[in-house]
């Protein structure tokens, strides 16, 4: 198996703070590329740990699913699993609901 070094990319997850620039990775003694932010399959990977789009792309296609069908009793279960969700992805936001002045 031959690795792409041009696709290759290294994203490293953390908290807070930067990298120091005597952080490197290789493969094959070839230097690969940092990035702070990485598209896969459409979902926004960051070094800071958010996932942008992940809940729109992979939770609500299942939460939807046959929403036709069994129609929007369950709309305020999904709802609450939405905000849980955007809880967890951004601790540090506060999500204003409808109800807050």
């Given at each position: 198996?031959?690795?792409n070094m041009n696709k290759t990319k290294?994203?490293?997850f953390?908290?807070?703070g930067r990298l120091t620039s005597l952080t490197q990775f290789y493969y094959n003694n070839e230097e690969l590329?940092?990035?702070e932010k990485f598209s896969?399959?459409?979902i926004v990977f960051s070094t800071g740990g958010s996932f942008s789009n992940l809940f729109d792309k992979l939770i609500s296609p299942v939460l939807n699913y046959a929403s036709q069908v069994w129609g929007f009793i369950q709309g305020s279960s999904?709802?609450?699993v939405h905000l849980q969700y955007f809880r967890l992805d951004?601790?540090?936001q506060r999500c204003a609901s409808p109800t807050d002045g």
């Open positions: 198996m031959s690795v290294v994203m490293v953390r908290k807070s590329e940092i990035v896969y399959l459409g999904i709802e609450r951004s601790p540090k």
